[in-house]
């Protein structure tokens, strides 16, 4: 499954929704396909954040420290976000993760990353944790992790309070905690840290503000227990391989995988089993979201819709080839099936399978401060003014400024609600029965209309079903 048949050109749309910001989408309806995304210019005034859903690793509620896409957007004041990383159904990264110039979470075995440097350069490689601790007796040990719960046996795992309030391990083990722990931990750092506290046969502390957490399991733990309160240590924070020299410059990151792209050519499916993924992961049609390099350093972040009817999903060739088709030199896959979200002005562009946001672990953020805030300059309302229309029908919304129509090119459409599929010419499609809105950005202002779908229609006794498929 290479490559996607397409009898039919898809309708495409690209509009610039800020000095340095464009967005394009296109849709197809043979086959079913819905893609979305943006290409993004670096310059001095965009900023690309790496984000942690309720900027925490692990919080003891309902969804374990993950956040919706547009919660942390509009929470962080974004002009638009995509959710990023695979993640354990926790608020804990899989791969590398940097925020501020931190590292947060450690380098997954052969999973590529994306960084973006404080010059808004594009870096992307694979590599890999090369840290370690050092007694005052000049012992030194691997540190194995960071910011997650340290596994059963032999695992040392450093903590701040970017993990949340209270460190963890799977099994008992022996607990360092550290006072004066300099931050922000950097790649390619070194610092010195005060022993406080020795708890041997523990699995877990509370993080100090201004300190950190050590669990070792294993031999690890016996490390740890050569350590008194009052001493100090030292911890040595790096990446090695793949491009490591260039991850010191880089002020966040995020990670995901496999790669999609290298050297402008897309990457064979063999490597994708070799990096883990087996082949119905790859293979099968699913919701994906991908960001990429282009030969320009232009960073394309790309969603595409699956498992509903407006849109069948891509395979990880068929991802790839979207990729090479938007100008991507190099890409990699992250998250994708119901975690796959992109937002743009709080508004949801995309249609997540799960029928709603699903809370992810991280995200990119994307701001713009060339962007002025303004007060709307005109009035505008949306024809028809509310809509009912059963799973499977459409409607197609218009903006009016006075007697005056206007162009898809000046407004953003979403639909928050998980109720269906708006494309950027106002075309809603219900997906799912339930009351709701649909929402466009216009002119420094949100505008919404009530939606209703009602459940498919019977069959008529004809055999065909009642009412429109498509409403004006």
Request: one cysteine or more.
């Amino acid at each position: 499954m290479g490559a996607f048949a397409q009898p039919k050109s898809p309708e495409t749309i690209q509009q610039r929704i800020a000095p340095h910001v464009v967005l394009f989408q296109e849709v197809s309806t043979e086959p079913p396909l819905a893609v979305q995304g943006l290409r993004i210019t670096p310059s001095r005034s965009v900023r690309i954040e790496a984000a942690l859903g309720n900027d925490m690793v692990l919080a003891e509620n309902a969804v374990r420290g993950r956040e919706v896409v547009s919660h942390a957007a509009w929470r962080h004041r974004a002009l638009a976000a995509v959710n990023a990383d695979f993640f354990p159904f926790t608020g804990d990264p899989l791969g590398l993760c940097i925020s501020r110039g931190e590292i947060i979470s450690e380098p997954f075995p052969n999973r590529p990353a994306v960084g973006w440097t404080a010059r808004g350069k594009v870096v992307m490689g694979a590599p890999v944790l090369d840290a370690t601790l050092t007694r005052t007796d000049g012992a030194q040990i691997a540190i194995t992790g960071i910011n997650r719960p340290a596994k059963a046996s032999g695992d040392m795992v450093l903590f701040t309070n970017f993990f949340g309030a209270t460190a963890q391990s799977e099994s008992p083990g022996v607990v360092v905690v550290l006072n004066a722990l300099p931050r922000p931990l950097r790649v390619g750092s070194t610092v010195q840290a005060v022993v406080r506290e020795v708890l041997p046969n523990a699995s877990s502390a509370p993080i100090p503000i201004t300190g950190g957490v050590l669990i070792g399991t294993g031999d690890a733990g016996n490390f740890l227990q050569g350590l008194q309160p009052g001493q100090t240590v030292q911890i040595r924070l790096d990446l090695k391989g793949d491009g490591a020299s260039e991850w010191r410059e880089v002020m966040e990151a995020v990670a995901g995988g496999p790669w999609l792209v290298r050297n402008g050519k897309p990457v064979p499916p063999e490597e994708y089993e070799q990096a883990g993924f087996n082949r119905g992961f790859w293979e099968r049609r699913h919701p994906r979201t991908a960001v990429g390099r282009t030969a320009k350093g232009e960073l394309i972040w790309l969603v595409v819709d699956g498992r509903q009817p407006h849109s069948q999903g891509a395979s990880l060739p068929e991802l790839a080839q979207l990729m090479l088709r938007y100008g991507a030199i190099d890409a990699v896959n992250l998250d994708g099936g119901g975690s796959s979200t992109l937002v743009v002005r709080d508004l949801v562009l995309n249609s997540p399978s799960d029928g709603g946001e699903r809370p992810v672990a991280n995200l990119w953020l994307l701001s713009d401060d060339s962007l002025r805030p303004a007060l709307p300059r005109n009035t505008y309302r949306i024809e028809p003014p509310a809509a009912m229309l059963k799973v499977g029908e459409q409607v197609r919304f218009r903006i009016w400024r006075g007697k005056e129509p206007v162009s898809a090119w000046d407004a953003i459409w979403g639909c928050n609600t998980g109720l269906g599929f708006i494309d950027q010419w106002g075309r809603f499609t219900a997906l799912r029965p339930g009351q709701g809105t649909v929402s466009v950005y216009i002119d420094q202002q949100w505008l919404h209309v009530p939606i209703v779908v009602e459940s498919p229609a019977e069959p008529n006794k004809n055999g065909g079903a009642g009412g429109n498929r498509t409403h004006e």
